[in-house]
């Protein structure tokens, strides 16, 4: 089992779609958790991070459920802009030290 | 802009050979993590380097080896190189050895191993 599973994708939605991302990791000694977006051959950039309470920014909003080991993105009026892959990240912390395990990412196509 | 920069931006080089990119930092930050992203695959992490001492590894051989600087900019080794290597190599840096995933990312090395 992949530490970090998320959705195959691709997702094609119109303009003004609400599109939801999900994510499940595997490593209950997983700290903190991110969305990070990456566009087509460019490096990926951080989106927002996950917090247990949920938190939101804008049309994006972000849940955690520690006890099911889920993460989702949810975007809501998405735009052409939002068109990007969009990547489910944890922080692990051991006794090696520290390592951010990506998912393979999910792409988002939104279209006019 | 991020502020960290990478170099070279493209490599190629020929299966067996040693290949070493460079990374610098952005402005006040102390940590660095490279990363290898295959083509469709997210990336990969594979060591994290904080005020010079390897604070983390992922799986990856040792062939794969680095060095952080007393200006916390960072080189990543690579030798004897296989086809499997050809990927994007990215750099990040971060303000702390476990500030997690609040990091910083180059535009990445695109490497081709022939």
């Known amino acids: 089992r992949k530490e970090v599973e998320q959705d195959p994708g691709p997702f094609n939605v119109p303009e003004g779609a609400t599109v939801a991302f999900n994510c499940t990791y595997s490593n209950s000694a997983s700290q903190s958790f991110f969305w990070y977006r990456q566009d087509c051959r460019k490096e990926p950039k951080l989106l927002m991070s996950?917090?247990?309470s949920g938190n939101e920014d804008g049309r994006f909003t972000a849940q955690l459920n520690r006890a099911s080991q889920y993460i989702s993105l949810l975007i809501r009026d998405s735009k052409l802009s939002d068109s990007a892959t969009y990547l489910c990240v944890v922080n692990i912390i051991n006794q090696a030290g520290t390592a951010l395990i990506f998912g393979k990412g999910t792409t988002l196509s939104v279209s006019s | 802009e991020t502020g960290v920069t990478q170099s070279p931006t493209h490599l190629i080089k020929t299966r067996g050979q040693q290949v070493t990119l460079r990374c610098s930092s952005q402005s006040g930050h102390n940590t660095v993590s490279w990363y290898q992203q295959a083509l469709g695959q997210g990336p990969q992490f594979i060591f994290q380097y904080y005020r010079e001492e390897e604070n983390g590894r992922g799986n990856f051989p040792p062939r794969f080896s680095g060095l952080q600087f007393p200006n916390y900019s960072s080189e990543l080794n690579v030798n004897a190189l296989e086809l499997d290597d050809s990927a994007l190599y990215l750099c990040?840096?971060?303000?702390?050895?476990?500030?997690?995933?609040?990091?910083?990312f180059g535009p990445g090395t695109r490497l081709t191993v022939t």
């Open positions: 996950v917090y247990s």
């Open positions: 990040a840096s971060s303000g702390t050895g476990d500030s997690g995933g609040e990091q910083y």
